[in-house]
């Protein structure tokens, strides 16, 4: 069973509007739709209530705040067991520095997405997250030395 949602044209119309700018307030979003400011409030509540839109966030310049490094890290886990990856996922979720943990397969157990100033703030992550956790059996970083696309937009 799905839990996708049916969204209609004014729903995708929405949808994209937000994920391309999600400051406007809603008469101006409204404007950008073509409907009335009442049916885009109501609209953009039923979305978020539906867990459609998760969250509004600001996207900040990495290189502004001076976290220059992206690293994308693979990581191998001695034991695998559910409660283990479990243990792993929470102590990641605890690192402001990583961005993003996925769970894949095949090959290694997670694939991080990790942003730091500099190769001495990642070096103190990669002890505080993997060398200091007795579970990580391999860890290999790949660092970014350009970005060259960058986008949270999702096709609807």
């Known amino acids: 069973m799905s839990d996708q949602l049916l969204l209609d044209e004014l729903d995708r119309r929405i949808l994209n ?10 008469a101006e979003l409204a404007e950008l739709v073509h409907v009335s400011p009442p049916t885009c409030l109501r609209r953009v509540k039923q979305l978020t209530d539906n867990g459609v839109i998760e969250r509004q966030v600001a996207i900040v310049s990495p290189d502004k ?42 090959g290694p157990d997670f694939v991080l997405v990790v942003q730091v100033a500099d190769m001495p703030a990642y070096h103190e992550l990669a002890h505080r997250l993997f060398t200091a956790h007795a579970n990580v059996r391999n860890v290999k970083a790949y660092f970014s030395t350009h970005r060259s696309k960058f986008d949270t937009r999702i096709t609807v």
Do not use: K, W
């Not at 994920?19 to 307030?25: F, K, L, N, V, W």
């Open 17 to 26: 509007a937000l994920q391309a700018d999600a400051s406007h307030t809603n």
């Open 65 to 106: 705040l001076g976290a220059r490094l992206t690293a994308i890290v693979e990581i191998t886990l001695d034991v695998q067991a559910a409660e283990r990856m479990e243990e792993f996922e929470r102590l990641v979720a605890l690192e402001p520095a990583a961005l993003q943990c996925y769970r894949v397969t095949p």
